[in-house]
């Protein structure tokens, strides 16, 4: 089983659509989760972290359900500069120290 | 603040030659950096923690000795790829870490094995 599973899409939306996205970690001892983006060939940058209190940075909402080990984000009145890959991050600690584990991510293209 | 650069952006090599590629924190010291790499449609996968003056922590399943990291000082881990082969083909995306929790990630260097 994937340390952390999210569903790929593609997600194709019109503009100004509300679309979510969710995802799933296995290890319960994870201390701190993120939403990253990823534009096509470009490195991850970090959208925002997520808080059990759930937190919004403007069009973007993040949710944490701990029990049930559960991540969302929900994208509203999309842009078409939305359009990106967006990762599930899973801070772990290990042997090695702290460690991100990232899912596979999930395509979103925003369209006119 | 908290600028990661990767040099270089991008290598096409032929099999069986080594490629070294440099990761630099430009405006932090960076107490750890990892390196990781991406296969088309994939997720990232860990290869290696490195923290600066000791050896790498390298991830299951990553070879060490094909696969060299070095973290001489706190702003430059290098990653060899030695003797690098087509499957070797991949995005390599460092990262660097002051201190705190939140990881800076450089812009990455495509690797192209003929």
């Known amino acids: 089983r994937k340390e952390v599973e999210q569903d790929p899409g593609p997600f194709n939306v019109p503009e100004g659509a509300t679309v979510a996205f969710n995802c799933t970690y296995s290890n319960s001892a994870s201390q701190s989760f993120f939403w990253y983006r990823q534009d096509c060939r470009k490195e991850p940058k970090l959208l925002m972290s997520?808080?059990?209190s759930g937190n919004e940075d403007g069009r973007f909402t993040a949710q944490l359900n701990r029990a049930s080990q559960y991540i969302s984000l929900l994208i509203r009145d999309s842009k078409l500069s939305d359009s990106a890959t967006y990762l599930c991050?899973?801070?772990?600690?290990?042997?090695?120290?702290?460690?991100?584990?990232f899912g596979k991510g999930t395509s979103l293209l925003v369209t006119p | 603040g908290a600028v990661v650069s990767q040099h270089p952006s991008r290598v096409i090599c032929k099999s069986g030659t080594s490629v070294k590629i440099e990761c630099r924190s430009l405006?932090?010291?960076?107490?750890?950096m990892f390196w990781y790499r991406q296969f088309p449609k994939q997720s990232l996968m860990l290869m290696a923690t490195s923290n600066e003056g000791s050896k790498a922590t390298y991830e299951q399943g990553v070879e060490k000795d094909k696969f060299l990291i070095n973290h001489a000082s706190l702003t430059l881990s290098t990653l060899t790829v030695t003797s690098a082969h087509p499957e070797d083909s991949s995005f390599y995306i460092c990262?660097?870490?002051?201190?705190?929790?939140?990881?800076?990630f450089g812009p990455g260097t495509r690797l192209t094995v003929l």
């Open positions: 990262s660097a870490r002051d201190g705190g929790t939140e990881q800076f």
């Open positions: 997520v808080y059990s």
């Open positions: 991050v899973v801070n772990i600690y290990s042997n090695s120290g702290y460690a991100l584990n």
């Open positions: 405006d932090f010291q960076a107490t750890t």
